[in-house]
Structures are given as C-alpha cells and as structure tokens.
C-alpha cells in the first residue's frame, strides 16, 4: 500500500462506473478527489480549483482527452496528468505523452498500480 500523500486528484472519465472505480483505487493514498464527466466540466473545474494531478481517459464528448490534457497544461504547467484508455489503439496513449501525460495506462487499471503511479507524481518534485 503506498504511503499517504496530500493533494487535489481530479479523475475525468465519461463512465460513471469507471470514475467509481477510479475513487476507490486513489482513496488509499489520502488525496482528496473531485471528478468530471467529460473534458468540459474537467476544464472547468480547473479554472476553478487548484489540481495537483489529473487522471484523463481519452474518450470523452464534448472535450476528448487529448484536448483535455493540452488544455490542462496550457493552464496549469506544473499539473501531473496519467492518461489512461481502453477504447483507443495503443499509440494514443503514446500521443497523450508526448502531450504531457507523465503516465498513460491501459485500462483495464490494476488497483495496486495505479495507487502506486499517483503517488509517485505527488511526492515528485514539479
């Protein structure tokens, strides 16, 4: 189980079940979360508030991922963003890297990984 951390996840997938799941994968390591149903809301919400760290599936209406992620960093260029994506080949969560993203995973997400990769960005110094 990874150490406690602190900071602002925000997890922005269009899937209500995933964003659950997601909640109670990052629980463990005592972030505080706030979630988004698409990349609109995602952007709002960080106009809005102070986010250490973005989780990002890369299909979503309105504002898809990649867009999301470009956006987020335009504003906000010390936020960590994990990419994550099941629906799309392969070589878009390379695209979301090379946009930014400092993790991108496959879904399905293991629990124990992703728990892992959020708190490595946060202890990381910006």
């Not at 609109?40 to 999301?68: C, F, Q, Y």
């Not at 960590?80 to 991108?104: C, E, F, N, Q, T």
């Amino acid at each position: 189980m990874p150490e406690n951390t602190s900071g602002r996840v925000l997890i922005a997938d269009d899937d209500a079940l995933v964003r659950a799941l997601l909640r109670q994968m990052i629980e463990p390591t005592g972030m505080m979360i706030v979630e988004a149903a698409n990349g609109r809301e995602a952007l709002e919400l960080s106009a809005n508030i102070h986010i250490d760290l973005a989780i990002v599936d890369l299909v979503m209406p309105e504002v898809d991922g990649l867009e999301t992620i470009r956006e987020l960093l335009r504003r906000q260029p010390d936020m960590k963003i994990i990419a994550v994506s099941g629906a799309l080949p392969a070589h878009y969560l390379d695209v979301a890297s090379r946009l930014g993203a400092r993790i991108a995973l496959p879904k399905p997400i293991r629990a124990e990984e992703l728990a892992e990769a959020v708190s490595a960005l946060i202890r990381e110094k910006s």
